[in-house]
């Protein structure tokens, strides 16, 4: 694994945006896999010593996926995503919105807006997380989202390493 790679995590909240940029020591299909599979997001998603468990997805415009962050006295966080739009290996953007385990989706989301390149084997992943709500936005972010997801992007970092050893 290089130390050396980029990871930024800044917060607008006058645009109502989290900016994410995400470097790995990867080629891009393996990294564009583990956003896009249910069987490799689920090993890195959740935030230790939580799990993830996707229920199912459909990786298509109009797609979704349902799944939830386990903690680890088995209490489930749902979340429904909704694909938007797909551009194979480079973008793809979905609607986020937390739900309830009966996939009844909260009224407030946010849209995800996922962007890949790869240079010299490193693939660089961009996030721009718009939230409707500056309120929504600060309730996610200091309900412990940074952190959590600042540990998933480090799961992720360990998993790819050993999968690209495979």
Do not use: C
Not at 30 to 46: G, M, N, P, R, S
Not at 118 to 126: A, C, F, P, Y
């Amino acid at each position: 694994m290089k130390n050396d790679l980029l990871f930024d995590f800044t917060v607008d909240k006058a645009a109502q945006k989290v900016f994410i940029t995400r470097e790995f020591d990867a080629e891009l299909p393996l990294v564009w896999d583990a956003f896009t599979k249910a069987e490799i997001l689920d090993q890195w998603q959740a935030p230790k010593p939580m799990t993830a468990k996707t229920k199912f997805l459909d990786f298509k415009v109009g797609g979704r996926r349902f799944y939830a962050m386990i903690s680890p006295e088995g209490q489930e966080r749902w979340a429904l995503q909704e694909y938007t739009s797909i551009s194979p290996k480079t973008n793809f953007q979905l609607f986020n919105t937390f739900a309830d385990k009966d996939e009844n989706p909260e009224p407030h989301g946010s849209d995800w807006d996922h962007s890949f390149s790869e240079q010299n084997g490193i693939t660089k992943v961009s996030i721009t997380i718009y939230n409707e709500s500056l309120e929504r936005m600060e309730r996610v972010l200091t309900g412990g989202f940074t952190e959590g997801f600042k540990m998933s992007m480090t799961n992720l970092e360990e998993l790819l390493a050993t999968l690209s050893k495979k």
